[in-house]
């Protein structure tokens, strides 16, 4: 779910009518994170003060809905001033940063130099406390780390008058600027997910131009620092070309990638025009199916119910909701298991475990903040679906999972518990937290209140 920096707690409880299911829906029903793209001025509005802190801010009670409803949130921070006015808090123009104004009959909409040492030093306190807050997988789903551009996408970065700015200073603050933002962004999010928008034109003072050619090497630079990837165009066939389709494919399965969709059909943009000439006046579900077809392609992760789009997606393009949950991202399920029905206490069971994921994605076990965390793990169950034993097989590995691709598993383990009746389960914990399950499984079976998918009963003598 996209939610503006102005929605309040009602964001959470509005209904579409769904023609398919004849019956109003929640979209946080279908959601599994809430994005809030909002100004750095918005959650540090002083020196020290932090939004989220504030029970009765407006954005404090937006992150708290979100929780309250079992919702993990996501962020993107926007600086630039150009479009918006006053993303950057006032104090830290006060203190000297050096900034530029568009245009001098709105000068409140001031940009900030992100070379600026002023402005680092009170940009790099305030990711450390947001940091201090959010760096907890529970709470955050991911955070969109870099920031700077218009509407903070990565693009249109201004580092100096553009009158005076030279080719090579901007090449040379580009990179300088991407190395610093992602070294704090990776030091001070070491247990969340980070992304980037892998723009052809990444930190560069351009937005519609053909690829530069330092954006590739930029962009795996910020991988290579542990960075995932995000596009905030996707249906928008003019502005998302065979440049970004490539770096995805080169990236699929190595990185997962987060879908934003590029046209506002709501009455901002005349998405009609779109160059693909398949968007029909009036038919926002030409566009959902665009960037539908589009994300399959990219294989994307998340997909985007944006802010004044959502309803489109409902009341218009349900089937491609429903098409989303059940064949994007990843869905792993075991399709094959081999365990005995009898062990003998202080004997090895032999256990062979096979999976498949249904879904074009893949589970993104390997980026550097999992650090491969999430692994299978089978579990003896008591008569109350107690946990009595855990057994993880280290060598389960869900990353390499991909669709059409099952991998099979042989695993034993000493059963060393007392004789009795006990049940089989299985899940995929994590491995950091207690090893509980931790990703949900794609099955029908009956799961334990704990997460625990029951298999079949078992006897230990």
């Known amino acids: 779910m996209y939610a503006s920096r102005n929605a309040d ?33 918005s959650l540090n509005p002083k020196e020290g003060v932090y939004a989220w802190n504030d029970a009765n801010s407006k954005i404090g009670k937006l992150i708290r809905g979100a929780e309250k409803r079992g919702l993990p949130i996501a962020f993107r921070i926007v600086v630039d001033g150009r479009d918006q006015g006053q993303n950057t808090p006032k ?43 959010f760096n907890d997988p529970k709470r955050t789903s991911f955070i969109d780390a870099y920031g700077f551009g218009k509407w903070g996408e990565a693009h249109h970065v201004i580092y100096e008058d553009p009158k005076t700015a030279t080719p090579e200073r901007i090449e040379k603050y580009k990179e300088e600027v991407l190395d610093w933002v992602a070294d704090l962004y990776s030091r001070t999010f070491t247990k ?11 930190g560069h003072p351009e937005s519609w131009a053909p690829a530069n050619p330092n954006s590739e090497r930029l962009l795996i630079k910020a991988i290579n620092k542990g960075y995932s990837l995000r596009h905030d165009a996707f249906g928008m066939t003019g502005y998302y070309q065979d440049w970004e389709k490539q770096f995805a494919k080169a990236w699929n399965f190595k990185r997962p990638i987060i879908m934003e969709g590029g046209w506002i059909t709501s009455g901002t943009h005349r998405y009609w025009i779109d160059p693909s000439g398949k968007y029909r006046e009036g038919h926002p579900e030409d566009v959902r199916k665009g960037e539908y077809d589009a994300s399959a392609e990219a294989r994307v992760n998340m997909m985007d119910f944006r802010s004044g789009d959502t309803d489109s997606w409902f009341e218009k393009a349900f089937p491609l909701v429903q098409g989303f949950v059940s064949e994007g991202g990843y869905r792993l399920y075991p399709d094959q298991i081999s365990l005995p029905t009898i062990v ?39 008569a109350k679906n107690k946990v009595a034993k855990i057994f993880v097989d280290k060598d389960s590995e869900p990353s390499n999972w991909l669709k059409d691709k099952s991998v099979s598993y042989d695993f034993k383990q000493k059963v060393s518990l007392p004789k009795g009746n006990y049940s089989w389960a299985v899940a995929i914990v994590d491995t950091t937290d207690q090893n509980k399950p931790g990703i949900k499984l794609a099955v029908d079976n009956k799961v334990t209140d704990s997460g625990w998918v029951k298999l079949a009963s078992v006897q230990v003598k």
Not at 14 to 28: D, G, M, S
Not at 192 to 202: G, S, W
Not at 349 to 363: D, L, S, V
Request: hydrophobic share 40%; net charge positive.
């Open 9 to 41: 707690e009602s964001y959470w409880d509005t209904e579409y009518f769904v023609p398919q299911l004849n019956k109003k829906v929640k979209a946080i029903d279908y959601a599994s994170a809430c994005y809030i793209r909002t100004s750095w001025s």
């Open 192 to 202: 969340v997910p980070l992304v980037i928008n892998y723009h052809r034109l990444v």
């Open 344 to 382: 003998k206490s202080g004997a090895t069971a032999a256990i062979t475990h096979r999976w498949k994921n249904m879904g074009w994605g893949y589970c993104p076990n390997n980026i550097p903040q999992w650090n491969y965390k999430f692994k299978v793990a089978f579990a003896l169950l008591d």
């Open 91 to 133: 104090f830290v123009f006060d203190a000297g940063a050096k900034y530029y104004v568009e245009n001098a009959k709105y000068p409140d909409r001031q940009t900030p130099f992100p070379q600026d040492p002023v402005f680092r030093k009170y940009y790099a306190k305030f990711i450390e406390a947001l940091a201090k807050e």
